[in-house]
Nanobody, 122 residues
């Protein structure tokens, strides 16, 4: 499988927006969803959002209403539109494939990229 590759991270002020992108190799055998997780400095990894091959989306409570996940199957690109960013969103964001869907996405991560850093200043 081709590696996953994230892009679009950067530094913004509170209330700003960023869009992350991830090139993935499509829904290969054993992949049931793709999505994003993040890890802030000194903290555990946490799921952010995921989408499955039926376009069903699942979001962490902390990002509902602010983040939108989407996919373009033609270009095999995953997106995360992040609006109204807050300092607590500061983290490295990883694009990942999972063998499970929905709320189980994070329990069965199969492959992820090197990450892209998002920094939100107050």
């Amino acid at each position: 499988q081709a590696p996953l590759e994230e892009s679009g991270g950067g530094s913004v002020e509170t209330g700003g927006s960023l869009t992350l992108s991830c090139i993935f190799s499509g829904y290969t055998e054993g992949t049931y969803s793709i999505g994003w997780f993040r890890q802030a400095p000194g903290k555990e990894r946490e799921p952010v959002a995921n989408i499955d091959n039926f376009d069903k989306t699942t979001y962490a409570d902390s990002v509902k209403g602010r983040f939108t996940i989407s996919q373009d199957n033609a270009s095999k690109t995953l997106y995360l539109q992040m609006n109204n960013l807050a300092p607590e969103d500061t983290a490295t964001y990883y694009c990942a494939k999972s063998r499970l869907r929905g709320i189980l996405f994070f329990q069965a991560l199969d492959k992820w990229g090197p990450g892209t850093l998002v920094t939100v200043s107050s």
